[in-house]
Nanobody
Framework: QVQVAESGGGLVQAGGSLRLSCSYS????????MGWYRQAPGKPRELVAR??????????DSVKGRFTISGEYDKNTIKTVHLQMNSLKPEDTGVYYC????????WGQGTQVTVSS
């Protein structure tokens, strides 16, 4: 069984910064992708940023230049991802979910990020 653990959410004023972290445990030998998605009230879940086992990163247009995703590797496999979020805006508010893709998709339970204006 795979367990995904997230940390780092919270309340911050607009213009501030937060750092999210995500790791996993279980019988996984080679993760393909890890990433962060978010869901605001009344809206569908959307991609924020993701990183592949080869180090390729993708970002939503709305966060480019403000957010940075990075990974920690062990034996060429992603073990932990961090999402550094700077210059936060109220529209960044939502529940942030970590994705671990190893064949199937495994999700964390989510961490709340609230940006006040």
């Amino acid at each position: 069984q795979v367990q995904v653990a997230e940390s780092g959410g919270g309340l911050v004023q607009a213009g501030g910064s937060l750092r999210l972290s995500c790791s996993y445990s279980g019988n996984i030998f080679s993760v393909n992708v890890m990433g962060w998605y978010r869901q605001a009230p009344g809206k569908p879940r959307e991609l924020v940023a993701r990183i592949t086992s080869g180090g390729t990163t993708n970002y939503a247009d709305s966060v480019k230049g403000r957010f940075t995703i990075s990974g920690e590797y062990d034996k060429n496999t992603i073990k932990t991802v961090h999402l550094q979020m700077n210059s936060l805006k109220p529209e960044d508010t939502g529940v942030y979910y970590c994705l671990v893709r190893y064949g199937n998709d495994y999700w964390g339970q989510g961490t709340q990020v609230t940006v006040s204006s």
